[in-house]
């Protein structure tokens, strides 16, 4: 038996990626953000994207290249505090920006990823997180209903893949991107390392090819995936 | 029914599991067809109990006791082989990663209904995976006996015992022929060899489309 | 800095278990099953209990070993064909049995253990699997409301773990064993090796020992553990 | 403030990190808080970008560039270490296994409000874990100056901020004076060397319940 070989070009793959197309960012900082998915992203140049992404990376670097670019009409996010254009950008009213706790957009995320609708958590009750969220009982007690978060498409970063598209991630590197590749109609990562199938040990593999549709293997990395010198 | 016509009829199934799928094969019948697929087909063996990449069967003096599939057996791993736990396994199944199913089933009804967990007062062990298998797989295939052991017809019009998954089922294979379930019933699309339409419907619980064409043997 | 050292016995940790309390217990047929831990549970012998696990082993091991000793007043679980005890005894009326979809089972657990209160799914519907079931609307589709299902106590097997409780498990036994851990009030890990702090590579570390209260080594596995000569 | 009063601060927080202890420390004051904590005190430090047990921050040329906290400090492992996705870390955050959680503060009221998020029309660049940090964590406590950089007190009667979480605050430290939360109120536990109960009553804006005993102090 041989496992299906999922392997492709970074332009084939990001082509796919049309106008007003919804698409998961892995990263947390900048450990585990898509940077070279993401430059080739700015360089089809599809708009009107709706991104998600637990930050909005910092000024000239990721997320802050598309927005720069004028591709992005909706941002869902936990935090945006250290890109300044971001900020800029939801108070002009250029992009909208939806806000959600990062546990909650975690999970609201491997919901999706799950294959569930939503999920009932008493995080936010009492408080402005609550607002348009129909309250739901459950064994006597009161919880707000979250809707499971998809998109078309989730760009991720691992260390190392296998043709088969099963990967591994580098310390805090994992952040979302497992959670998102699962949440996606397509799932493209761009891998700093392609390994023979059978060198991930089984039981080390952090995500199943089975989630993953593209696999592209990264050339020598740019310096933005760097130590930022502060 | 012949050992050949069971044969003839895990070839024809085999025959729909293409390069590139990820599937799961329930217990019995289904494990089988595995070993009609073609070798060189790249395709993705998946068990609720947590594996992609399912790899053959080993006998007890080479198993490992920590690795057997979601039916008992001791199986091994091939090269991209990946362990998870039961969450992950059927986020797998849930969010739509199965290309295909195929399920042992008590009843199929001409609807796409399912029943294949449960005979109330006579054998109720639970569903185990089966439900979720049934309904989010993208493609759902029933391979079964034509009729049960009394010769009594399994697929019906509606399914009498407790659901397992309700209009899910796209294709049914038995020994006698393939039937593929759309929005317009039950259609015959193959007949097995040694099979003939009289036969056929005497023994099917529901009424089903024949194609004008000439129906292809297997 | 130093992390906490969890080890203990298994007399003293099992002796944490009352009459009436909710166990869950990992495995999926034998791989994954904590059979030591179950035995000393046989041997303290804590009755009326709620056990919560996958399948109900096969005869004369694990769940069947409580069933024969007469502790269990109910079961949760996803199916019980192997065990013609549990069988017998659920048609007798002798214990009370709750059968939930397996993929159901885990997310109700995993759930818990993500201190959520519930999820809603369209598995089941329109099927019997339904009855008792809140509906629920999400973005205009139907589901059923799934409630979190938690435990006073996990009994977890790993194959290897620290004096933390960091853990990782062999092939096909990790199954419900990471999400049970994170389930319960109290979870109590069987370890087939204790290794130094560290040698488990942080990224190869399967479970946190954040989720984890008591970890017992094992001496030599009893022959239960082994292959089934059928 | 003095530095000096700074310190102590830091240093009576540090106190009640006791061994065994999960914590998570926010950015600012309270990751600041670990310096103070005894070295030989085995607590795990979590951060909710995938990391318990993490280790000392490290400078850039020996930084890992994928090992950040969730501040973006540069930190290493320890012996123990574990990483794991966004989801399992808020899964320990929500299911009650963060023994400790200390967050800094705009407001926090007698009534165990707190905010720390959002200055509607000035500062809103979203919530993080914050909320969840806030309300599911077994203790929480607030660490932070007693005044804002005017004098006004940011101990209030009622938070006038958007609220993170609503009644979870357990304990408040400040360079003044440190505070309990409890079903009667807020309790004045201890008071920093060089402040008194009238400078303590002028630069806070709730009333609170002064024992009759002596009060420690820091």
């Given at each position: 038996m041989t496992l299906p070989d999922k392997r492709g070009t970074i332009e084939e793959a990001i082509s796919a990626i049309g106008d007003g197309a919804s698409v998961m960012l892995g990263g947390f900082?900048?450990?585990?953000?898509p940077f070279c998915l993401i430059r080739e992203l700015v360089r089809q140049g599809p708009r009107n994207l709706t991104v998600i992404k637990n930050d909005a990376n910092e000024a000239g670097m990721g997320v802050d290249w598309l927005l720069e670019n004028g591709q992005v009409a909706r941002l869902v996010t936990?935090?945006?505090?250290?890109?300044p254009t971001a900020i800029r950008m939801m108070n002009e009213g250029a992009i909208e920006v939806e806000f959600v706790p990062q546990g909650i957009l975690a999970e609201r995320i491997r919901i999706a990823g799950a294959g569930m609708m939503g999920f009932v958590t008493?995080?936010?009750?009492?408080?402005?997180?609550?607002?348009?969220k129909p309250r739901i009982a459950v064994d006597g007690r009161t919880g707000l209903l979250e809707t499971a978060l998809r998109a078309d498409f989730a760009l991720i970063h691992a260390d190392s893949a296998d043709s088969f598209g099963n990967l591994s991630f580098s310390a805090s590197a994992r952040n979302f991107n497992p959670l998102m590749a699962m949440a996606a109609r397509k799932t493209i990562v761009e891998a700093e390392r392609m390994v023979p199938l059978?060198?991930?040990l089984p039981e080390h593999?952090?995500?199943?090819?089975?989630?993953?549709d593209i696999v592209v293997e990264l050339p020598e990395l740019p310096e933005v995936y760097g130590v930022i010198q502060r | 029914m012949s050992s050949n016509a069971k044969e003839r009829m895990l070839k024809r199934a085999a025959?729909?599991?293409?390069?590139g799928m990820t599937v799961n094969l329930g217990i019995g019948l289904p494990t089988e067809v595995?070993?009609?697929?073609?070798?060189?087909v790249p395709v993705c063996l998946h068990s609720e109990n947590g594996i992609a990449g399912v790899g053959p069967v080993l006998s007890p003096d080479k198993a490992d006791r920590n690795l057997i599939d979601a039916g008992g057996a001791y199986v091994s791993a091939i090269p991209g082989t990946a362990f998870f736990d039961s969450a992950v396994s059927f986020a797998i199944v849930r969010s739509g990663r199965l290309d295909l199913s195929l399920l042992g089933a008590f009843e199929v009804a001409a609807n796409g209904d399912l029943a294949n967990w449960k005979i109330p007062?006579?054998?109720?062990p639970g569903m185990g995976g089966a439900i979720e298998l049934a309904q989010k797989a993208r493609r759902v295939g029933v391979i079964m006996?034509?009729?049960?052991?009394?010769?009594?017809?399994?697929?019906?019009?509606?399914?009498?015992?407790?659901?397992?998954?309700?209009?899910?089922?796209?294709r049914i294979y038995t020994d006698m022929a393939v039937f593929d379930i759309t929005a317009e019933g039950l259609q015959l699309r193959e007949i097995a060899l040694g099979s003939d339409l009289t036969e056929l419907r005497a023994a099917t619980g529901a009424p089903f489309h024949v194609p004008d064409q000439d129906l292809p043997r297997f």
């Open positions: 900082g900048v450990p585990g953000t936990s935090h945006i505090g250290l890109n008493d995080i936010g009750l009492g408080t402005p997180i609550e607002e348009g059978g060198a991930l593999v952090h995500l199943s090819g089975t989630f993953i | 025959a729909d599991i293409v390069p595995l070993q009609h697929v073609e070798p060189g007062g006579k054998f109720s006996m034509h009729t049960d052991r009394k010769g009594n017809p399994k697929i019906l019009d509606r399914c009498t015992l407790p659901l397992t998954a309700r209009g899910h089922v796209n």
